[in-house]
């Protein structure tokens, strides 16, 4: 699936930067060291969309440098800082990297976002010969059958506010063609240990969330807050994202 034309950024995480950046879970180091294998060279890396940087900050341990790029200027205000990292403020389609410089591109839970038309010919412009872009999502965590019912329950009552590029997202990235040859890669997924509190300071992160809240002035996770906490218990649980993963390389 392609779109055309040019979009304006829709900034869906400015405005809790912060909160983002202190509760969305963190991807597995196998993911990272799998990607490092695709390259031949381990100079450059570009982390398009990169949110908080956790994954630049990944990639830093396998790559001599790492740019990571964000439309919005407050999630890279709140961005982890690495020695080995140069964040900027930039959209995804106009990166301001230079022709042929980077090995690896990378786009986590963000290409949904992006005009892939145009991101996929900057993509294909910054990238060497042979470099490879990856590119990976994930929908609702699992934790059991009664915890899932209220965060599915949550997911569904917030319908209105989901962007429609969430659509990408709830479909795996199925409809997404990368322009690259195909490389084949492993199934990934997040898990974290986390007691009740962390997994709603998650939910208060997703986008709908912070829709509803700012249409109704009141917050959508608080009605389900005693329903979740009976059915968690106590301690913490294993919490789940499985990934949906697309890898491709330049010719």
């Known amino acids: 699936m392609t779109t055309g034309g040019e979009r304006p950024f829709k900034d869906h995480f400015s405005g809790h930067a912060a909160a983002y950046a202190a509760f969305r879970p963190r991807y597995p180091d196998a993911l990272f060291a799998f990607l490092a294998g695709c390259v031949a060279a381990r100079r450059h890396a570009w982390d398009c969309g990169t949110g908080n940087g956790q994954t630049a900050v990944a990639l830093a341990g396998h790559f001599e440098r790492v740019t990571a790029s964000d439309a919005s200027a407050a999630q890279i205000g709140a961005a982890?800082?690495?020695?080995?990292?140069?964040?900027?403020?930039?959209?995804?389609?106009?990166?301001?990297?230079?022709?042929?410089?980077?090995?690896?591109v990378t786009?986590?839970?963000?290409?949904?976002?992006?005009?892939?038309?145009?991101?996929?010919?900057?993509a294909r412009r910054v990238l060497v010969p042979g470099g490879v872009l990856a590119a990976w999502s994930y929908g609702l965590c699992t934790v059991?059958?009664?915890?899932?019912?209220?965060v599915n329950g949550l997911y569904r009552e917030l319908d209105p506010w989901w962007p429609p590029e969430r659509r990408l997202v709830d479909a795996g990235y199925r409809d997404v063609t990368l322009p690259f040859?195909?490389?084949?890669?492993?199934?990934?997924?997040?898990?974290?240990e986390w007691p009740a509190n962390r997994m709603l300071g998650y939910l208060r992160t997703w986008s709908a969330c912070q829709r509803c809240l700012a249409d109704r002035g009141r917050d959508p996770v608080s009605a389900i807050e005693p329903a979740l906490r009976a059915r968690w218990g106590e301690g913490p649980r294993t919490v789940r994202w499985p990934l949906?993963?697309?890898?491709?390389?330049r010719e």
């Open 80 to 104: 982890i800082a690495h020695p080995k990292v140069e964040y900027r403020v930039a959209p995804a389609e106009a990166s301001g990297l230079d022709d042929a410089c980077v090995d690896l």
């Open 107 to 122: 786009v986590a839970q963000a290409l949904h976002w992006f005009d892939l038309d145009a991101f996929f010919a900057e």
């Open 144 to 150: 059991d059958a009664g915890v899932d019912a209220v």
């Open 181 to 192: 040859a195909r490389v084949e890669a492993p199934a990934f997924e997040m898990t974290a």
């Open 244 to 249: 949906a993963l697309k890898v491709g390389r």
